[in-house]
């Protein structure tokens, strides 16, 4: 995926803020969730996901790109980058080859930085 272009909106997946779900969730190409869940998120490669600042999960983040805006309790891992925001909060294990937390943000936890990408 490149982030330089632009974002077209058959390829935007947008789960909404009173949205709850457990289990299992996979997605392709943009994610913005801004709703709740118990269990996985995974975005296949080449896809970024973008946990907005409304935003709850319990249990497993993965992707190749990963902001978080809102909070993670669990583990977050990435073959690309995890970006935490000033809004991002996270307990938890965070694993990737590149990891940005910016000035704000509050994680509780465990940090892996390898520059070799991670199997999935």
């Not at 982030?3 to 943009?30: C, D, H, S």
């Not at 809004?87 to 965070?94: L, S």
């Not at 943000?105 to 990408?117: D, K, L, M, R």
């Amino acid at each position: 995926m490149n982030l330089n272009e632009p974002i077209r909106e058959y390829k935007l997946n947008i789960i909404a803020e009173e949205t709850e779900l457990q289990g299992k969730a996979i997605f392709k190409e943009v994610t913005r969730f801004h709703g709740k869940i118990k269990g996985e998120i995974h975005a296949l490669p080449g896809s970024l996901l973008i946990l907005t600042d409304t935003s709850m999960v319990e249990g497993k983040v993965s992707g190749d790109q990963v902001i978080v805006d809102g909070y993670v309790d669990g583990e977050i891992s990435a073959t690309g980058k995890i970006t935490i925001s000033p809004q991002g909060r996270v307990t938890g294990k965070i694993q990737a080859p590149r990891i940005e937390i910016q000035t704000g943000a509050w994680v509780e936890g465990s940090f892996i930085s390898n520059p070799q990408p991670l199997a999935t």
